[in-house]
């Protein structure tokens, strides 16, 4: 079955770029996601990418996908300590499939 | 505001007991799915419906039932609670399966112990 895969923790300092990484295996994946869960809180949407693009970029945030290696990151310009939450990747297989996530990625912004 | 709402929001429960996690939405979505949200696990799939009058299992179904009452609302039920069962349970719709445009919308959690 599919597997989407994450590292589990990323600390960075307040100003910097963050970049979270993520694979899957399923080659059929359409769509691609990005979810930003912080604390107390549901998913939250923050950006996609369809498989057919490299590159989406929507202010400080940029997503590249290599399809070849089935890895999708997530780029974060300028992080802020509001950035501090636990991001999720996910991916849709084709025919209109359920979502898979990763296991999410603990991102921390300190001063 | 529009969107999934979930009840209760925390609950205790002692091993046996039974229990019925709430879930309504209001921006006619199709379909509805419940997830759990563990430790390094990430989000596992439990039950989905598709469409009204339609579940199905997902990754990990067991002690577990559900029930599509109507388009707007899917209920979870733990018949006899189990530690293992201890999580946070979300619950999310999308227009349909796989929605790319908007994804999924989320709850905003349950947070449910079993001791």
Known sequence: GEDVEQSLFLSVREGDSSVINCTYTDSSSTYLYWYKQEPGAGLQLLTYIFSNMDMKQDQRLTVLLNKKDKHLSLRIADTQTGDSAIYFCAESGGGGNKLTFGTGTQLKVEL | ?115
């Open chain 2, 1 to 115: 505001n529009a969107g999934v709402t979930q009840t209760p929001k925390f609950q205790v429960l002692k091993t046996g007991q039974s229990m019925t996690l709430q879930c309504a939405q209001d921006m006619n979505h199709n379909s509805m799915y419940w997830y759990r949200q563990d430790p390094g696990m990430g989000l596992r799939l439990i039950y989905y419906s598709a469409s009204e009058g339609t579940t199905d299992k997902g990754e990990v179904p067991n002690g577990y039932n559900v029930s599509r009452l109507n388009k707007r609302e899917f209920s979870l039920r733990l018949e006899s609670a189990a530690p293992s069962q201890t999580s946070v349970y979300f619950c999310a719709s999308s227009e349909a399966l796989g929605d790319a445009t908007y994804g999924y919308t989320f709850g905003s959690g349950t947070r449910l112990t079993v001791v």
